[in-house]
C-alpha cells in the first residue's frame, strides 16, 4: 500500500472515530486490528465498512468501569451500534455478513461469534413479532381524537393511543431482555408480548379510557363502565386466552408465560422504579401521574441494556411509518425471516404446498401438531414386548440426555422442550418399529431398540424437531454438539423420520430435515474427528458403480445394499453386528478386541459395511444433482460434458479423498468444473460465472467460497488454521491434486483419451407430480373486446345511390376472411396461396357441394 493511500485510511478513520466519540483506547485498538488484518488479507469493498467492523469487534473485547459499586465493569464501551452503522453507511445485512468474515481473518474468539448469529437472528424474529403486534393492537384500540390534533393547548401527560402503542412495545422489550431464553425462539417471545399486550390493555379499562378502548374486542368486559361492575377486581380479569383466539398463538403456554415468569418480571420492575404505580396490582401504569415517566424510565432502560450488550436498538421500528403499517413484505432493511429454500433431497415426497403462513404463525402451528402427541408419556404396547430390560436402557438414555440438554440450553423452559422431544421420540419410535415389522415380519425389534447409535440419533432427531418448530436460535449443529454425536451417523436417522413420521410433521419442518441432512453429507460428516475417515482408512472409499443399487443387484449383493430406501434395520446394520457378535461370543476385553479386528478384515474384504454404502450413495446422488444444476446454468448440460465432469469429480473424492477433509462438497463441485474449462479451453466461462450461478441453488452460502480450509490448525505450535477464498484453495491445493488426471480429458493428448468414463446416478422419472390444493382459482370472465365491422345500411328508393357504392365497394374489398375461399374464387385477382391442411375439412366440403348444386341449376 502506499503511503498517501495509507494516509488518507488513517485520515478517514480518525474522522469517523471523532464523530462517533470513541475513546482512545478502543480507537488503537481497532486500529491496530485493522493493519493486522490488512496485512494477511485483501479488504474488498469501502474501507468504511471495515472500519466498522474493526471498531465493533475492538469495543465488544473492552470493558469500561462503572459508578457505584467498587471494581463493577461493563463489558463494552457504551457505542450505540445502530449510530455506528449509520456513520459508516452501511446496512444490518451487510454488516453482519462483513462482520462474519471478519471474525475469521481477525481470528476472534468464539463467544464473539455467538453474538454475531445471535444478532443476524434477531431483526428478523423482532420485525415479524412487530408486525403481528400492530395487527393486535389495532384490534384491542382505537386511535383517541388527540391523536388528530397538533394544537399547544393539549396535555402532555395524558395517553394517547400513539404513545401508549409505544409504551408497550418498550415494555415488551425491557422484559425480553431481562432472561435471556426470552430470546430462545419465536413462540416463546411471542407469548411475552401477548402478557405485555394483557398488562397495558387491564391498565386502560382501569383508568376508565372510554376513547382508547375498542368494545367489540372478544376480550372487553360486558359490564365495564357500568354502575354493576366491580372495578376493584379488574386486575384479576385476563385477556390472555381471547388475544391466543385472535392471534392462534397457544393459550396455555401462554397463561404459563403469565403466571410464572411474567409475573415475576413485573414485580421487579415496579421494585427498581422502571414501572411505576401499585405493585400489588399492577393498575396504574398509564395514569396521569404516572404515564410520562413510566416511558422515559423504560426507554432509559432499554437504552442502557442495547448500550451494554452492543445489540441493535428494537425501537428503530417505532420511528418508520413504513413498519407502522405492518407490512410483512419487506423485512428490516432486507434483513426479515424468511421460508428457506427447498432443498434437492427427497422433494417428491414434500407435502402439498399451501398457502404460505408468516413466520409467528408456522412456528405456532407447528408447535399445536406437536403439543397434540404431548400425551404420550411413554412407549405404547407394541415398543414394550422389548422386554424390562431393553426399555430401562432407553429410560436411561433420555435421563442422560436430558441432564445434557438442560446443563447446555440453561433455560427455564428446557424441561417442557424436552418432555415434548420425549413425546415425539415415543411416537416416531411406534411408527418406524411398525414399518419395520410390516416389510420384514421376522424381524426382532429388541435387537434394534438394543442398538444404542439408532436410539441415540432418533432422540437428537426429535430434539432438533422441536427446536425448529418453536424456531429456536439454537441452530443446527447445535444439537451435535450438546448431544456430542457425530454428523456421519446422525443423517443415518433422517430419511427414517422423514418416511415413517405419517402426516405428522409439516411440510417446512420436513424440508429443514432434508436440509440437515444435506449439510451432513456436504461437509459436516467430513470433518477430520468424523468417524467417517476411520472406515476409510480401513476401506476404501467407493465410487458410485460400487454402491449403485442396480450394479449390487446384478452381484447379487445383500439385501441390506440393495434396498434403495434403506430402513432402520439395514441402517444401523452393521452397528447391530458388531455389538451381538461382541455380546454373544465374547466375554473378555481382550476376546472383544479380538472381534473388532476380525469385523474390521470382513468389512475390508468382500462386504463393504452397510452404513458406508448408503452415506456414499446418498452423496453421490446429492453431488449429481447439483453438479448437472450447476452445469446447465453454465450451458454444459451436454452428455458428454457431463460424464467427463462426472469422472473427474469421481476422481477427486475416490483418489484425492483428503481434499474433502474439513471442506464442502460445492467447493470441490466448482473447482472441478472450473479446471475441466480449463483443459478443454471453453471460452467466455470464468470462476465468476460458476460462483454466480452457484449462488442460485437452495443451499449456496457466501462463506462457502469465501472460506476455504487452506491449512488445518496445529495443536503442538499452537497455529491457528488459515482460510482464503476458493479461487486462492484452486490455485494452490486443486490444481496441483487434479491437472494430471484432468488433462485426460483435454484434446492435446492423444494417447490418453481412452481413459474410462464413470457411471453417473440416474433420477428416476416416474414419481408422480404432486399439484398443490390451491392451484385451481375461480375468476370472472373478461369481456370480449372484439372490434366489430363497421354498419353500413341502405334503404331501397330512400338512401342516395352512393350509398350503395359504398356498399358494393365494401363487399368486394379485399379484407380478412375466416375461410379460405381464394382456392377456388380467384376472379377478383390473384390467387393467394391457402394454408388448409392437406385433409380437406367438413366445413369446406359442404361448400363445395352447395356451389355444385348452384352451378346445376343454373346449367
Known sequence: MSVNKAANLRSQYEDLCRELNMDRETEDMSWKMFEEVLQRSTLEGEPLHWFCCALYAACRLSYTPTVGESNAIVMGNCISLNKMLRCCEISISDFISKIKVWHEMANLPCSFLRQIERLERTPGITFHLYCRYNDIFEKLFISSPNDKKNTKYRSVARCSSTKLYDLCWCLYLCAKNEEPSYNMDIVTSFHLLLCCIDLIYINVLGENRIDLVNRNFVGFPEKWGTSSY??????????????????????????????????????????????????????????????????????????????????????ILLSNPNYRKGSSDAGVEGHSVTNPQTPYTRKHILPNKEDVPEPVASATNNVKKLKDIAKI?????????????????????????????????????????????????????????????????????????????????????????????????????????????????????????????????????????????????????????????????????????????DNLAKRNQSQIQQSPNCSAYETFSSTIVNESTRRDLFNS???????????????????????????????????????????????????????????????????????????????????????????????????????????????????????????????????????????????????????????????????????????????KQSYPRKLSNNLITVSRMEKSEHSHSPVLTYEFSKSPGKNLEELNSFIRSRGKRNLPFTEFDSSDGPIIESKIPKKTPIYLEKCRGILQDRQEDIK
Open 230 to 315: 366491580d372495578s376493584k377486581q379488574l386486575h384479576n380479569h385476563c385477556i390472555i386466552g381471547a388475544l391466543c383466539n385472535l392471534a392462534g398463538a397457544l393459550p396455555n403456554d401462554a397463561k404459563d408465560m403469565k403466571e410464572n415468569h411474567c409475573k415475576r418480571i413485573f414485580t421487579k420492575f415496579f421494585k427498581i422504579k422502571t414501572i411505576h404505580g401499585n405493585e400489588n396490582t399492577f393498575l396504574g401504569i398509564i395514569s396521569n401521574e404516572n404515564f410520562e415517566r413510566n416511558v422515559k424510565s423504560l426507554n432509559s432502560a432499554y437504552e442502557q441494556y442495547v448500550l451494554s450488550v452492543g445489540e441493535f436498538d428494537e425501537r
Open 589 to 763: 476385553a481382550r476376546e472383544s478386541s479380538n472381534a473388532n479386528e476380525t469385523i474390521v478384515k470382513k468389512q475390508d474384504g468382500s462386504r463393504r459395511t452397510a452404513s458406508l454404502t448408503i452415506f456414499c450413495r446418498k452423496f453421490y446422488k446429492l453431488a449429481w444433482i447439483r453438479l448437472k444444476e450447476l452445469c446447465r446454468e453454465l450451458m454444459l448440460a451436454e452428455e458428454p460434458h457431463l460424464n467427463k465432469l462426472w469422472t473427474l469429480f469421481e476422481y477427486s473424492i475416490t483418489q484425492r479423498t483428503e481434499l474433502m477433509q474439513d471442506r464442502h462438497l460445492d467447493q470441490m463441485i466448482m473447482c472441478g468444473i472450473y479446471l475441466y474449462i480449463r483443459v478443454q479451453d471453453i471460452k467466455f466461462k470464468s470462476f465468476t460465472d460458476i460462483m454466480k450461478f452457484y449462488r442460485k441453488q437452495p443451499q449456496a452460502q457466501s462463506r462457502t467460497y469465501r472460506e476455504v480450509l487452506i491449512e488445518a490448525a496445529e495443536e503442538e505450535n499452537g497455529s491457528h488454521a488459515e482460510y482464503r477464498d476458493i479461487i486462492y484453495f484452486y490455485n494452490n491445493i486443486f490444481v496441483k491434486n487434479l491437472t494430471p488426471y484432468a488433462l485426460n480429458f483435454s484434446g492435446r493428448q492423444q494417447a490418453q483419451q481412452n481413459v474410462p468414463l464413470s457411471p453417473h446416478p440416474t433420477e
Open 377 to 549: 408419556s411413554g412407549p405404547s404396547d407394541f415398543i414394550r414386548q422389548a422386554g424390562v430390560e431393553t426399555l430401562n436402557k432407553i429410560y436411561e438414555k433420555l435421563t442422560k440426555m436430558q441432564n445434557e440438554f438442560t446443563s447446555a440450553l440453561n433455560n427455564a423452559d428446557v424441561g417442557n422442550r424436552f418432555k415434548t422431544a420425549e413425546s415425539l421420540f415415543f411416537y416416531l419410535l411406534d411408527k418406524i418399529l411398525r414399518v419395520e415389522t410390516r416389510t420384514k415380519p421376522n424381524i426382532n425389534i429388541k435387537i434394534l431398540l438394543g442398538t444404542e447409535t439408532f436410539i441415540t440419533t432418533l432422540i437428537v432427531c426429535c430434539v432438533e424437531i422441536v427446536l425448529d418448530a418453536y424456531q429456536s436460535q439454537k441452530k443446527f449443529p447445535w444439537v451435535l454438539t450438546c448431544f456430542n454425536i457425530s454428523a456421519y451417523h446422525f443423517h443415518k436417522i433422517i430419511e427414517i423420520v422423514v418416511r415413517s413420521h405419517d402426516e405428522l410433521l409439516s411440510r417446512p419442518l420436513i424440508k429443514h430435515l432434508n436440509y440437515i441432512e444435506e449439510t451432513c453429507l456436504e461437509s459436516l460428516a467430513w470433518k477430520s474427528e468424523s468417524p467417517l475417515w476411520d472406515i476409510i482408512r480401513t476401506s476404501a472409499l467407493p465410487t458410485w458403480s460400487d454402491v449403485d443399487v
